[in-house]
């Protein structure tokens, strides 16, 4: 197509007779002869390389025929029509048929030309030039007004209802249109993101594509001052001459000249009163006088922009909200499901790696949930600058991550467990977080594509599965397989079971003293519950408790089993049975219950008992979670004493027991089990022993089964002990009767042995 940077001159044969119009072409003299008596206006004959071949006037135009025997067509035209004249011209050619365009001319030509360009089939045009009388002049004013308004409307209507992710493409289809109609070469979107301008969209006339814009993306403030200054205070910036620039404009001319443009129009981009950017349009080798009708139509241009692009940006807002962690900025659950489901139609071989991070709860009771969070902002920056390309990386929630790693066709055990390791190895280096540093370690779930599950959700339940099953096991990594599967159903199979059990209460509970280390009186006993299923055998109370604190189902037992402990009591001391007090176990989510409180003060009161008749044994991990302060000493204003239970085993520091309102520590039973296999656990317990003593605390030693243990617990100060040695945990028949008959004390508590 013809661009207007050739401008082919006048030609010689300018017959204004009206004669002959011999031709090398495909029309025969009959036709030239009918063409010329039949038409009134100026005709043009322009060869195949656009240059002037014959002008024929009947002599209604001087003016026109003047210029076109001194300078060719173009003169005659405003720069803009002189395009509209070529791409015409172009068009005629490529199409095979008549164009006509409405054509604006140069000072001292006819204000408004209409000229139909009728091509001849072997290259060359015939081109009538027709003067428009000012009323038609008029008419051609409102009809450029309508093509503006319809052009505008249809751009509108491009943008009502459109997909955001369709806002992209419809702002590149207008460039287009609008290239087309102002005449440009380029146009462009420039956006101010940031303090930076950056180019994001673009439409180019075929030839124009492999130049630069010519604002790439920099501070605009400092950059294009004076084009941004402009755009504020005039609205709309129309360049004619590029090298004509003012002085001030310096940075935007060598811009501009480097980009190799002649002429620009900027129109700005305006939300709210705020400049979001401009729509520029360049010309590259034309000096370009933008028409009145060209700037118009960017104006409304720019204002749908405007809207577009803001909704656009809400849009984006909106999704970064829905699918985005806001703490982390990693991709939330919702994001990660869709992108997992996504590989798994492309039928990608993948792994899936859920990462729970062991210590962050702890982190998060000693040094706050500040620290916490940063922890967990610390891990994923981490993880994000550490790991290869071609993964995404999720916050799972909490202090789970879960990542899809690509696997090529490599999915076999050895490689999925080392990147596991890998990614092991590469958080447990030490992290500084607001000051402190942190040592941390986490368990690995891994489920792979498509050999661990074909969908989404199956993929995601085993990954979970597989991590259940890391945080039991010593290396904390599980690659998911059938077994864990099979787990999960029995698992399920208990559920349904303990359910049951819960609404028939059909639990039982056994009573294990505890007795002064000394002078082997009895201090207590401790209440532990016992479930035996009519399907399922005797459950070992570790694992249905475990199961009820997951279940929530441990909130009805536990206020099942405080009933029966107070009624129990009751009797026995109506009976005339001496027990000073019962222990009873409690988890972490009976003390997160709002009603635990009352629930005892209520039970104390119906059965007559007094609060010191009860004493509440807490682990020590749960002890450690969260503030339970307040609850502790309502507790203690009931009278109620509270245990330390299974401590060594959790993360507390004596320091931090010591401001907790808490009467006893039991020692966890696996360092008695090992007092005399492990020297670490002998030193241990006596160290645990000073301090407790030290903190006004009394010690239990749990799970003494040997003198030799017993022997070494009083010689080292133990206050209590309860084990097999003295007592297994009875039925409450059983233990009324040794209440009744007192506890057969090992010799160490015979009289010559006490000292
Ligand atoms: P725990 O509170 O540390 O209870 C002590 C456990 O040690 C009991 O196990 C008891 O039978 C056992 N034990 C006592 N002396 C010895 C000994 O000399 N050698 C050995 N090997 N074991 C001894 P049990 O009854 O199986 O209970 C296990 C755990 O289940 C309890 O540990 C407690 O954490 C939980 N539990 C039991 N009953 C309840 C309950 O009613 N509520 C809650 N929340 N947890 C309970
Ligand atoms: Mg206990
Ligand atoms: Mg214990």
Same mark, same amino acid.
């Given at each position: 197509?013809?661009?207007?940077?050739?401008?082919?001159?006048?030609? $010689?044969?300018?017959? %204004?007779?009206?004669?002959?119009?011999?031709?090398?072409?495909?029309?025969?003299?009959?036709?030239?002869?009918?063409?010329?008596?039949? *038409?009134?206006?100026?005709?043009?004959?322009?060869?195949?390389?656009?240059?002037?071949?014959?002008?024929?006037?009947?002599?209604?135009?001087?003016?026109?025929?003047? /210029?076109?025997?001194?300078?060719?067509?173009?003169? @005659?035209?405003?720069?803009?029509?002189?395009?509209?004249?070529?791409?015409?011209?172009?068009r005629?050619?490529?199409?095979?048929?008549?164009?006509?365009?409405?054509?604006?001319?140069?000072?001292?030509?006819?204000?408004?030309?209409?000229?139909?360009?009728q091509?001849?089939?072997?290259?060359?045009?015939?081109?009538?030039?027709?003067? *428009?009388?000012?009323?038609?002049?008029?008419?051609?004013?409102?009809?450029?007004?309508?093509?503006?308004?319809?052009?505008?409307?249809?751009? #509108?209507?491009?943008f009502?209802? !459109?997909?955001?992710?369709?806002?992209?493409?419809?702002?590149?289809?207008?460039?287009?249109?609008?290239?087309?109609?102002?005449?440009?070469?380029?146009?462009?979107?420039?956006?101010?993101?940031?303090?930076?301008?950056?180019?994001?969209?673009?439409?180019?006339?075929?030839?124009?594509?492999?130049?630069?814009?010519?604002?790439?993306?920099?501070?605009? $403030?400092?950059?294009?001052?004076?084009?941004?200054?402009?755009?504020?205070?005039?609205?709309?910036?129309? !360049?004619?001459?590029?090298?004509?620039?003012?002085?001030?404009a310096?940075?935007?001319?060598?811009?501009?000249?480097?980009?190799?443009?002649?002429?620009?129009?900027?129109?700005?981009? !305006?939300?709210?009163?705020?400049?979001?950017?401009? !729509?520029?349009? +360049?010309?590259?080798?034309?000096?370009?006088?933008?028409?009145?009708?060209?700037?118009?139509?960017?104006?409304?241009?720019?204002?749908?922009?405007a809207? /577009?692009?803001?909704?656009?940006?809400? =849009?984006?807002?909106?999704?970064?909200?829905?699918?985005?962690?806001?703490?982390?900025?990693?991709?939330?659950?919702?994001?990660?499901?869709?992108?997992?489901?996504?590989?798994c139609?492309?039928?990608?071989?993948?792994?899936?790696?859920?990462?729970?991070?062991?210590?962050?709860?702890?982190?998060?009771?000693?040094?706050?949930h500040?620290?916490?969070?940063?922890?967990?902002?610390?891990?994923? /920056?981490?993880?994000?600058?550490?790991?290869?390309?071609?993964n995404?990386?999720?916050?799972?929630?909490?202090? +789970?991550?879960?990542?899809?790693?690509?696997?090529?066709?490599?999915? +076999?055990?050895?490689?999925?467990?080392?990147?596991?390791?890998?990614?092991? #190895?590469? @958080?447990?280096?030490?992290?500084?977080?607001?000051?402190?540093?942190?040592?941390?370690?986490?368990?690995?779930?891994?489920?792979?594509?498509?050999?661990?599950?074909?969908?989404?959700?199956?993929?995601?339940?085993?990954?979970?599965?597989?991590?259940?099953?890391a945080?039991?096991?010593?290396d904390?990594l599980?690659?998911?397989n059938?077994?864990?599967?099979?787990?999960?159903?029995?698992?399920?199979?208990?559920?349904?079971?303990?359910?049951?059990?819960?609404?028939?209460?059909?639990?039982?509970?056994?009573?294990?003293?505890?007795?002064?280390?000394?002078?082997?009186?009895?201090?207590?006993?401790?209440?532990?519950?016992?479930?035996?299923?009519?399907?399922?055998? %005797?459950?070992?109370?570790?694992?249905?408790?475990?199961?009820?604190?997951?279940?929530?189902?441990?909130?009805?037992?536990?206020?099942?089993?405080?009933?029966?402990?107070?009624?129990d009591?009751?009797m026995?001391?109506?009976?005339?049975?001496?027990?000073?007090?019962?222990?009873?176990?409690?988890?972490?989510?009976?003390?997160?219950?709002?009603?635990?409180?009352?629930?005892?003060?209520n039970?104390?009161?119906?059965?007559?008992?007094?609060?010191?008749?009860l004493?509440?044994?807490?682990?020590?991990?749960?002890?450690?979670?969260?503030?339970?302060?307040?609850?502790? %000493?309502?507790?203690?204003?009931?009278?109620?004493?509270?245990?330390?239970?299974?401590?060594?085993?959790?993360?507390?520091?004596?320091?931090?027991?010591?401001?907790?309102?808490?009467?006893?520590?039991?020692?966890?039973? #696996?360092?008695? =089990?090992?007092?005399?296999?492990?020297?670490?656990?002998? /030193?241990?317990?006596?160290?645990?022993?000073?301090?407790?003593?030290?903190?006004?605390?009394?010690? *239990?030693?749990?799970? *003494?089964?040997?003198? %030799?243990?017993?022997?070494?617990? $009083?010689?080292?100060?133990?206050?209590?002990?309860?084990?097999?040695?003295?007592?297994?945990?009875?039925?409450?028949d059983?233990?009324?009767?040794?209440?009744?008959?007192?506890?057969?004390?090992?010799?160490?508590?015979?009289?010559?042995?006490?000292?």
């Open positions: 197509m013809n661009d207007g940077s050739r401008q082919p001159g006048a030609d $010689r044969n300018v017959d %204004q007779t009206g004669g002959q119009l011999a031709g090398r072409g495909t029309l025969s003299p009959i036709e030239l002869d009918t063409v010329l008596r039949t *038409v009134s206006d100026c005709v043009v004959i322009l060869d195949g390389s656009g240059h002037v071949h014959r002008v024929v006037s009947p002599g209604q135009s001087p003016a026109v025929l003047d /210029a076109l025997q001194t300078g060719g067509i173009v003169p @005659l035209l405003t720069p803009t029509s002189a395009r509209a004249f070529w791409h015409a011209a172009g005629a050619r490529e199409r095979g048929r008549p164009e006509t365009v409405e054509l604006s001319g140069s000072q001292g030509s006819p204000r408004v030309l209409s000229a139909r360009l091509p001849t089939g072997d290259g060359r045009l015939i081109c009538a030039l027709r003067d *428009v009388p000012p009323a038609q002049a008029g008419q051609q004013a409102l009809d450029a007004r309508f093509e503006i308004h319809r052009m505008l409307n249809q751009a #509108s209507y491009r009502i209802n !459109i997909h955001p992710d369709r806002i992209d493409t419809a702002i590149d289809q207008t460039l287009a249109d609008l290239g087309s109609y102002t005449g440009a070469d380029r146009v462009y979107v420039y956006q101010l993101r940031n303090r930076l301008l950056t180019n994001t969209h673009g439409w180019c006339r075929n030839g124009q594509e492999a130049r630069v814009p010519a604002f790439g993306r920099r501070p605009y $403030r400092s950059e294009i001052p004076w084009l941004i200054r402009s755009l504020y205070d005039l609205e709309l910036v129309s !360049i004619e001459d590029t090298s004509g620039l003012p002085a001030e310096h940075r935007e001319r060598g811009n501009l000249l480097q980009a190799g443009v002649s002429s620009m129009l900027a129109v700005p981009i !305006i939300y709210s009163g705020t400049l979001q950017g401009f !729509i520029g349009v +360049e010309s590259i080798a034309d000096r370009h006088a933008w028409s009145d009708e060209g700037e118009q139509l960017l104006r409304g241009a720019g204002d749908i922009f809207s /577009a692009l803001q909704r656009k940006r809400s =849009e984006q807002r909106i999704f970064q909200l829905a699918y985005y962690d806001r703490l982390t900025g990693l991709p939330n659950r919702q994001l990660l499901r869709r992108h997992v489901a996504r590989l139609e492309r039928g990608d071989t993948f792994s899936l790696l859920l990462i729970d991070l062991r210590d962050a709860g702890t982190i998060n009771d000693l040094l706050g500040d620290v916490g969070d940063l922890l967990l902002k610390a891990v994923s /920056a981490r993880l994000r600058s550490r790991l290869p390309g071609g995404v990386l999720a916050r799972w929630g909490g202090d +789970e991550f879960m990542l899809t790693l690509p696997l090529g066709t490599l999915d +076999e055990k050895d490689v999925l467990l080392h990147q596991a390791g890998e990614l092991q #190895s590469m @958080l447990a280096e030490p992290l500084r977080v607001a000051g402190h540093e942190l040592r941390i370690s986490c368990s690995v779930g891994i489920a792979s594509h498509p050999r661990h599950g074909l969908d989404v959700d199956s993929l995601l339940r085993h990954a979970e599965l597989a991590l259940r099953q945080k039991l096991s010593l904390g599980m690659l998911y059938q077994g864990l599967q099979r787990r999960a159903a029995s698992r399920k199979r208990l559920e349904t079971r303990l359910r049951a059990a819960v609404d028939a209460s059909s639990f039982s509970l056994c009573y294990q003293p505890m007795v002064d280390a000394v002078s082997g009186e009895l201090h207590g006993a401790e209440a532990l519950m016992r479930w035996k299923d009519s399907e399922l055998g %005797q459950i070992p109370p570790d694992e249905f408790i475990a199961l009820a604190e997951e279940t929530g189902l441990i909130i009805p037992m536990g206020e099942w089993l405080l009933e029966r402990v107070c009624s009591l009751a026995w001391r109506q009976a005339g049975l001496q027990l000073p007090r019962i222990s009873v176990n409690v988890s972490g989510h009976q003390l997160l219950d709002e009603r635990l409180a009352t629930l005892l003060e039970l104390l009161q119906r059965h007559g008992l007094p609060g010191a008749s004493e509440l044994e807490i682990t020590e991990s749960t002890l450690m979670e969260g503030e339970k302060c307040k609850l502790l %000493q309502h507790l203690r204003r009931l009278g109620i004493s509270v245990a330390v239970d299974d401590f060594g085993t959790g993360y507390s520091s004596l320091s931090k027991i010591k401001h907790m309102p808490v009467n006893i520590l039991k020692i966890d039973r #696996s360092f008695i =089990e090992d007092l005399f296999i492990d020297r670490n656990d002998r /030193a241990i317990v006596i160290a645990i022993l000073a301090m407790a003593h030290q903190l006004n605390l009394r010690v *239990v030693a749990e799970g *003494v089964e040997t003198e %030799q243990q017993l022997a070494f617990l $009083r010689e080292s100060g133990c206050d209590l002990i309860q084990g097999f040695l003295l007592a297994h945990p009875l039925d409450p059983g233990f009324a009767n040794l209440l009744r008959t007192g506890l057969a004390l090992p010799t160490l508590f015979t009289p010559e042995t006490l000292q």
